[in-house]
């Protein structure tokens, strides 16, 4: 599935892909599948068939799906994936203090993708989850209040609210959910034989820095306007991260 205007990570992937592909000189090139809006879970099962449509995608590192497909064990994300802010309506901010535990927010009700890994992560501890097809589907939802909030990543929650800038959206101030959780590339069965040189192209890269200056590029002012360090963050465990996990700082 290409990347779209607004998917800044998408776009930051296929880049560091494009270059270690040219690195490694590998006999392949990047093509996007027709534009349409393709579910992760439909997206995990075309790699998984030896007929698919598609033989890469990237993702969120889980048990369940290393069985499925094969993993390129190289962080993509610096672990933000699982840094996680807190969108909701704006008039509603007032019942979003920066004191807000666990427990208060366990009976409120978090928005996330139908197929998304975080469905497993928020359940697990003790969090009310509902879910939607998409993002957009669940930006809907939170307009309407079928929701009370949208946890989104860091690494996406800046383009998407700006594509809402009439919107009654918010992000809370001075709180982050946090989990243990990484972005790999996943190969499907056709192009399993790709892993070893791919992942020793984006070692090779991330240990000369240009992985990070890459990363840098993309999000360091978003990051930044975030103001990550001043929140306080709320720890959750991942009981789905597969084995030879290991957090990244």
Known sequence: MPPTAGDRFGRY??????????????DCRLQPLPAQRIIQGRLELELAQPEGQADLMWAMASRQRETQVTAVRVPLDRGLIGWRVLV?????????PRTLSLEQLQPR???????WPDVDILRSNGLRVETGLDAQTLYAMLHKGRIDYFPRS???VTDELAQ???????????????????????????????????????RALAAEGRLRALFDEFFGAQLAALQLPQRRVIPLGN????PGFTPID
């Open 13 to 26: 992937v296929v880049r560091l892909l494009a270059e270690a592909i040219q690195r490694s000189h590998l």
């Open 88 to 96: 909701v309506r704006r008039g509603e901010l007032s019942r979003w």
């Open 109 to 115: 009700r978090a928005g996330q993708g139908l197929h």
């Open 154 to 156: 860091v690494l996406e």
């Open 164 to 202: 809402h800038t009439a919107s009654d959206l918010a992000i809370v101030p001075g709180l982050l959910l946090r989990y243990p959780a990484v972005s790999y590339v996943y190969l499907g069965t056709g192009a399993a034989a790709l892993a070893r040189p791919l992942t020793d192209a984006l």
């Open 239 to 242: 009981p789905l991260n597969p």
